[in-house]
């Protein structure tokens, strides 16, 4: 691929940060999916907005009430990421900490790709697909028995022991973060002495406030999105280009030097 030259440096200064970086943290957000085919159901304008209204469909207070709605609604959505692999931005980020650097990854998304990918250190701030939980007595499924009839015939998981519904442990809007991924985030952040913004425009609080901790800790600043993030005036380097693209020209620079 053939980047033009002022891209070249900023890539290169973007790699020199991360080769000098004693402990970073990458905050990713529904950006770094889509080039997975993951819509961002959060964001006005995408495919699963128009069809339906994300904000009451996936909120704690239709499932609980409703919760047919809340299933037909989350039927596409399960079956793309399901169904969806890591692009070249999370093989290139996993590659980063598979080559011995302390890197610890904070995302906003649901669909585990950073793991698929070999990511070992993921902090899953609106929880995760690859488990559900009864509503009724707790106990917590993996996800794959139930995922493929859901996808399939529609079929509503059921608790093999109460025949509660079970809740895919995704955070749901109007529902509460769980206390331990905040804390494992606002740590790493503290702690680091880097973070990158990958594909997140930084509009969700808390999550969206992490970067001015970090900075306020003394890190060093990246933003990679293709639009403009409310910090992007206090970062070392802003490229506003695609994830999939930019990610792994830094890591390959990053890791070979
Ligand atoms: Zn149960």
Same mark, same amino acid.
């Given at each position: 691929?053939?980047?033009p030259?002022?891209?070249?440096?900023?890539?290169?200064?973007?790699?020199?940060?991360?080769?000098?970086?004693?402990?970073?943290?990458?905050?990713?957000?529904a950006?770094?999916?889509?080039?997975?085919?993951?819509p961002d159901?959060r964001?006005?304008?995408?495919?699963l907005?128009?069809?339906?209204?994300?904000?009451e469909?996936?909120?704690?207070?239709?499932?609980?009430?409703?919760?047919?709605k809340?299933?037909?609604?989350?039927?596409?959505?399960?079956?793309?990421?399901?169904?969806a692999?890591?692009?070249?931005?999370?093989?290139?980020?996993?590659?980063?900490? &598979? $080559?011995?650097? +302390?890197?610890?990854? !904070?995302?906003?998304?649901?669909? =585990? #790709?950073?793991?698929?990918?070999?990511?070992?250190?993921?902090?899953?701030?609106?929880?995760?697909?690859?488990?559900?939980?009864?509503?009724?007595?707790?106990?917590?499924?993996?996800?794959?028995?139930?995922?493929?009839?859901?996808?399939?015939?529609?079929?509503?998981?059921?608790?093999?022991?109460?025949?509660?519904?079970?809740?895919?442990?995704?955070?749901?809007?109007?529902e509460?973060?769980?206390?331990?991924a905040?804390?494992?985030?606002? &740590? $790493?952040?503290? +702690?680091?002495?880097? !973070?990158?913004v990958?594909?997140? =425009? #930084?509009?969700?609080?808390?999550?969206?406030?992490?970067p001015?901790q970090a900075?306020?800790?003394?890190?060093?600043?990246?933003?990679?999105?293709?639009?403009?993030?409310?910090?992007?005036?206090r970062?070392?380097?802003?490229?506003?280009?695609?994830?999939?693209?930019?990610?792994?020209?830094i890591?390959k620079?990053?890791?070979?030097g």
């Open positions: 691929m053939t980047l030259p002022t891209t070249q440096t900023v890539l290169d200064d973007a790699a020199e940060l991360f080769r000098k970086a004693k402990r970073v943290v990458v905050l990713t957000g950006g770094i999916s889509t080039p997975s085919g993951i159901f964001s006005e304008g995408s495919g907005w128009s069809r339906d209204e994300p904000l469909s996936a909120s704690l207070s239709t499932f609980r009430t409703t919760p047919a809340f299933f037909n609604w989350f039927r596409p959505l399960a079956s793309q990421i399901f169904h692999q890591p692009n070249p931005a999370h093989t290139a980020l996993a590659e980063f900490e &598979q $080559a011995g650097h +302390q890197s610890i990854i !904070i995302t906003q998304n649901i669909d =585990s #790709l950073h793991q698929k990918a070999g990511s070992e250190q993921v902090v899953e701030m609106h929880g995760t697909l690859r488990t559900l939980s009864c509503t009724q007595c707790y106990k917590k499924f993996p996800s794959a028995e139930y995922l493929i009839p859901f996808i399939e015939n529609g079929t509503i998981p059921q608790c093999a022991s109460c025949n509660g519904i079970l809740k895919p442990d995704v955070i749901l809007f109007g509460q973060l769980l206390q331990s905040w804390q494992a985030a606002q &740590q $790493a952040t503290r +702690q680091c002495d880097l !973070i990158m990958a594909g997140s =425009s #930084l509009e969700v609080l808390p999550v969206a406030g992490l001015i900075l306020d800790h003394g890190a060093h600043l990246i933003i990679i999105n293709n639009t403009a993030t409310y910090v992007n005036v970062a070392d380097i802003v490229i506003t280009e695609n994830v999939a693209t930019i990610i792994p020209e890591m620079r990053a890791i070979h």
